[in-house]
């Protein structure tokens, strides 16, 4: 049986992408919690696991790991993807600030 595991990173983030879209925070975090994200596939992939998981453990009160994860989507994300680096980095500031730092310029 062959493995897929750019389509099983793909389900993955849409999964998650829905979890989050119809507000179903803790579904969320289970299923995070009980599948490990493939590994050696591509930054896009990736980069959009780390937004959707920082989002799900900044809604889940864990804002340090929800920093970090959002730090690397920020670090992995490409030149090319400017909206996307704006988003995280929106994100990333919210949650600083709920961790009581200030963000710098």
């Keep these: ?3 897929d595991e750019i389509g ?7 999964l998650l992408r829905n979890f989050i879209s119809e507000n179903h925070i803790e579904a969320a975090h289970n299923f995070v919690s009980k599948t490990n994200f493939p590994t050696g596939i591509s930054n896009n992939e990736e980069c ?3 937004f959707y998981t920082g989002k799900i453990y900044a809604s889940g009160m864990d804002y ?3 920093l ?11 030149d ?10 929106r994100h990333a500031i919210v949650v600083e600030l709920l961790l009581g730092d200030i963000p710098s310029r």
């Design 1 to 3: 049986m062959k493995n």
């Design 8 to 14: 099983q990173a793909t389900i993955m983030n849409a």
């Design 48 to 50: 959009k696991y780390f």
């Design 64 to 66: 340090h790991e929800a």
């Design 68 to 78: 970090r994860r959002l730090n690397q989507a920020i670090r992995k994300a490409p």
């Design 80 to 89: 090319c993807a400017l909206g996307f680096k704006v988003q995280c980095q």
